[in-house]
T-cell receptor, first 111, second 114 residues
Framework: GENVEQHPSTLSVQEGDSAVIKCTYS??????FPWYKQELGKRPQLIID?????GEKKDQRIAVTLNKTAKHFSLHITETQPEDSAVYFC??????????FGKGMKLTVNP | NAGVTQTPKFQVLKTGQSMTLQCAQD?????MSWYRQDPGMGLRLIHY???????DQGEVPNGYNVSRSTTEDFPLRLLSAAPSQTSVYFC?????????????FGEGSRLTVL
């Protein structure tokens, strides 16, 4: 089945810096890659997603890139703000209807 | 719309007890799923359903049962609770398939098994 690896597990940046989170997946049939943000004590919420027929997608300060050949995808956050502090999860959907998540990365943005 | 509603929010069980975590959605979503979240382990899929009467196993199904008799409800049953099932459980639903779009999560249910 699908296996999603996410790194780093924690990241601390200064406000205004950029942050990058990287994920790899194992199933070459995977075709959908969402990113979820979970604030402390809250439920995960979708922030951006990308499909296998697209190489890059942007939404204001966040962007996601996908390299199907290398089977990895990344989340880029520019001009980080304290409210970006949260746990970020990448996920991948393979040939079945299973959405498999990575272990998450805790981002801390220091004012 | 209430979205995805989970009950109870908190539960303490003794080893060997049984219980059902309830999940209901009012968005007419076909896809529903259960995840457990443990520190450092991310979100792991327990069971999922692509429609009423259809369920399938996820990554960590052992010790859990599900059924989907209606589009709205997707209960998760623990038949004989074990300390290893101490976790936060999230129910989530999506319109169409899991890759159609956003997976909407409930607020979570924190279960402690003593």
């Amino acid at each position: 089945g699908e296996n999603v690896e996410q790194h780093p597990s924690t990241l601390s940046v200064q406000e205004g810096d950029s942050a990058v989170i990287k994920c790899t997946y194992s199933d070459s049939a995977s075709n959908y890659f969402p990113w979820y943000k979970q604030e402390l004590g809250k439920r995960p919420q979708l922030i951006i997603d990308i499909r296998s027929n697209v190489g890059e997608k942007k939404d204001q300060r966040i962007a996601v890139t996908l390299n199907k050949t290398a089977k990895h995808f990344s989340l880029h956050i520019t001009e980080t703000q304290p409210e970006d502090s949260a746990v970020y999860f990448c996920a991948a959907k393979g040939g079945s209807e299973k959405l498999v998540f990575g272990k998450g990365m805790k981002l801390t943005v220091n004012p | 719309n209430a979205g995805v509603t989970q009950t109870p929010k908190f539960q303490v069980l003794k080893t060997g007890q049984s219980m059902t975590l309830q999940c209901a959605q009012d968005m007419n979503h076909e896809y529903m799923s259960w995840y457990r979240q443990d520190p450092g382990m991310g979100l792991r899929l327990i069971h999922y359903s692509v429609g009423a009467g259809i369920t399938d196993q996820g990554e960590v199904p052992n010790g859990y049962n599900v059924s989907r008799s209606t589009t709205e409800d997707f209960p998760l049953r623990l038949l004989s609770a074990a300390p290893s099932q101490t976790s936060v459980y999230f129910c989530a639903s999506s319109y169409g398939t899991v890759s159609t779009g956003e997976l909407f999560f409930g607020e979570g249910s924190r279960l402690t098994v003593l």
